[in-house]
């Protein structure tokens, strides 16, 4: 009896391991498919999430116009509302958009009808700033359900985790932010793949978030990878 209560026991944690692994694990693909990153290992796609930011995001499209590289950026709703003009020009430097939900919600916990409202709002703020459909999505935290995969895909969005986590939301300087890319490159290459990244120019609670150190640590990688041959692509060259 008591061992069978134990196997139940031991049984049922199994399983909300697994499903606590599928809603939050970056790589997981059991609640559908999402993309990565391809076996292309001297590619790399920065992404910024958190964005617009008037306080990081110009410097930052400075940077990557002086070494003439694209990346993505996954914005979020409101913040879209409030800095259009800022959001155009991200775009207008060829950069690509991605929605990031309107609110910055962890979506795994949410009802089905605010997943819905968080992804199609964000997607009209993105629409009627930039006049173009969007077709990328990120869930904040990478958290997820069946629900928000499909609802994604429904809307037209493809749903994009990550394989390089930098720490930056937190207070970091920047030679430690290029050290654990540096490392997640390195590790991704082992494994035949390339590398997409997130970093954040934006700070998901307000704006004007310190992303100094992001931007500067943007820089010293572009420095050390691009001399090497890399290649520094968006995420749409991988669909
Ligand atoms: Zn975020």
Redesign the pocket.
Known sequence: MASTTLTAAAVLTAAAGTLTYAALSAQSQLFGPTLIAPAKPNEIALTY??GPNPSATPHLLEVLARHEVRATF?L?GNFVRQCPALVREIAAAGHLIGN?TTT?PWLAWQSNARIREELSACNKSLEDTLGAPVHYF?P??GARRPYVLHTARELGLIPVQWNILAGD?KPVDAATIAARVTRGIAHNRRRNRASNIVL?DGG?LNLGAPRTPTVEATDQLLRTYIPGGTKFVTLASWI
């Open positions: 999430d958190d996954f979020i990031h910055h990120r904040p935290h939301w954040h998901s």
